[in-house]
T-cell receptor, first 109, second 117 residues
Framework: GQNIDQPTEMTATEGAIVQINCTYQ??????LFWYQQHAGEAPTFLSY??LDGLEEKGRFSSFLSRSKGYSYLLLKELQMKDSASYLC??????????WGAGTKLIIKP | DADVTQTPRNRITKTGKRIMLECSQT?????MYWYRQDPGLGLRLIYYSFDVKDINKGEISDGYSVSRQAQAKFSLSLESAIPNQTALYFC????????????????FGAGSRLTVL
């Protein structure tokens, strides 16, 4: 079966750096997405990786290793507004999105 | 106004009732999706549509039906609601014309929270 694994919850301190990991086992791979979802709100797109390596976008970076079935989202200079759930999703060989359950990130002052 | 609008935002109903959730979009995207989200689970795809004449079942279509009334409108129906359909429902759109970097990026509506008693 297809599977996306992420930690359920993480806690970090304002101003610090946090890395949220995502491992996947899917039938084929056509890209990996990260979305941010604040409580009670819609998910919003953060990043897309299809080739190995690091994609940097401001305070957020996303890394992909296709051979290891692994990605991480790196958040720098954490702010209180970064408290949210972070969803990892993989586009499989049929171009269907497979979603992880999400990682709830709690930022403490 | 939001790019993707869902109505109603909240609904409480009783077992056996028919419920319709509506979604409209102003992004001009061809592709529309209905997902449900449950605590501790990833988003699960119910139905998707690549254009007005193309409707496809997703991972969990049993107990649901959809209608694509126009490019901009995609509604989800529960013919006879049951308690385990209590969930947060999201409509989303995407535009394959985004190319490699934008392909399949989803724009979500604000969600419809449905409670079936």
């Amino acid at each position: 079966g297809q599977n996306i694994d992420q930690p359920t919850e993480m806690t970090a301190t304002e101003g610090a750096i946090v890395q949220i990991n995502c491992t996947y086992q899917t039938s084929g791979f056509n890209g990996l997405f990260w979305y941010q979802q604040h409580a009670g709100e819609a998910p919003t797109f953060l990043s897309y990786n299809v080739l190995d390596g690091l994609e940097e976008k401001g305070r957020f970076s996303s890394f992909l290793s296709r051979s290891k079935g692994y990605s991480y989202l790196l958040l720098k200079e954490l702010q209180m507004k970064d408290s949210a759930s972070y969803l990892c999703a993989v586009l499989d060989s049929n171009y269907q999105l497979i979603w992880g359950a999400g990682t709830k990130l709690i930022i403490k002052p | 106004d939001a790019d993707v609008t869902q109505t109603p935002r909240n609904r409480i109903t009783k077992t056996g009732k028919r419920i319709m959730l509506e979604c409209s979009q102003t992004k001009g995207h061809d592709r529309m999706y209905w997902y449900r989200q449950d605590p501790g689970l990833g988003l699960r795809l119910i139905y998707y549509s690549f254009d007005v004449k193309d409707i496809n079942k997703g991972e969990i279509s049993d107990g649901y039906s959809v209608s694509r009334q126009a490019q901009a409108k995609f509604s989800l129906s529960l013919e006879s609601a049951i308690p385990n359909q209590t969930a947060l429902y999201f409509c989303a759109t995407s535009d394959l014309r985004g190319g490699d970097s934008g392909a399949n990026v989803l724009t979500f509506g604000a969600g419809s929270r449905l409670t079936v008693l």
